[in-house]
């Protein structure tokens, strides 16, 4: 099993940076790809990034690309957001995810274990 914990959240405003942490324990984090899915208030669970178990590959949704940093760690069993350029849309509660294989798949029902979840407000 694996436990994640997500910090980092925030408000900034349009245009700023943040940068969002999740730590996590158990075994199974070594072979498990890493994700992050964000909700906004009325709306479903959307894909962000994901990374590889061993790190080397990384997989973004469009809307995200070139302004977020996936990253793991996996000596300290930490996995980061970085997040640039941030516009209100960019807005909701942000997710950490553990799924069951190691590819950095977007595909949410790959991933077994999640987070409780940090809020990121962006002002106009």
């Known amino acids: 099993q694996v436990q994640l914990v997500e910090s980092g959240g925030g408000l900034v405003q349009a245009g700023g940076s943040l940068t969002l942490s999740c730590a996590a324990s158990?075994?199974?984090?070594?072979?498990?790809?890493l994700g992050w899915f964000r909700q906004a208030p009325g709306k479903g669970r959307e894909f962000v990034a994901a990374?590889?178990?061993?790190?080397?590959?990384?997989n973004y949704a469009d809307s995200v690309r070139g302004r977020f940093i996936i990253s793991r760690d996996n000596t300290k069993k930490m996995v980061n957001l970085q997040m640039h350029n941030l516009n209100p849309e960019d807005a909701g509660v942000y997710y950490c995810?553990?799924?069951?294989?190691?590819?950095?798949?977007?595909?949410?029902?790959?991933?077994?274990?999640w987070g409780q979840g940090t809020q990121v407000t962006v002002s106009a």
């Open positions: 990374v590889s178990s061993d790190g080397r590959d990384t």
């Open positions: 158990g075994r199974s984090f070594i072979t498990s790809a």
């Open positions: 995810a553990a799924a069951n294989l190691r590819i950095p798949t977007s595909r949410s029902v790959y991933y077994n274990y």
